[in-house]
Nanobody, 126 residues
Framework: VVLVESGGGLVQAGGSLRLSCAAS???????????MSWFRQAPGKEREFVGS????????VYTESVKGRFTMTRDSAKNTVYLQMNSVKPEDTAVYYC?????????????????WGQGTLVTVSS
């Protein structure tokens, strides 16, 4: 399974950005992923959970610091998960990673996920 993130960049505080994560098999054929998640890692800090979404897209969970600002959705036809980031803050600056193939029930731990993308950098200027 290969995950490819895109959409990162430089944005001013208060602005918006949408990240995408496309899932496919190594052969290039599409991969219908189950639950997926977004994590982020700021310089000098540990990777932290941002949010997760179930297979149908009907259930999402977010970390407290992004609730009301970030929204996860998915397009099953495109095998893609999105992270809409609104009202961004300088503290949202990090490399954002998507993850798939849940290994354990607790989605908030990085160790619960098997497959990771390469990450996309989000920089929020004040």
């Amino acid at each position: 399974v290969v995950l490819v993130e895109s959409g990162g960049g430089l944005v001013q505080a208060g602005g918006s950005l949408r990240l995408s994560c496309a899932a496919s098999l190594l052969s290039g054929r599409p991969f219908s992923a189950g639950a997926m998640s977004w994590f982020r890692q700021a310089p000098g800090k540990e990777r932290e959970f941002v949010g997760s979404i179930n297979r149908s897209g009907g259930d999402t969970v977010y970390t407290e610091s992004v609730k009301g600002r970030f929204t996860m959705t998915r397009d099953s036809a495109k095998n893609t998960v999105y992270l809409q980031m609104n009202s961004v803050k300088p503290e949202d600056t990090a490399v954002y990673y998507c993850a798939a193939e849940l290994l354990a029930l607790e989605t908030k731990y990085a160790s619960s996920w098997k497959t990771w993308g390469q990450g996309t950098l989000v920089t929020v200027s004040s």
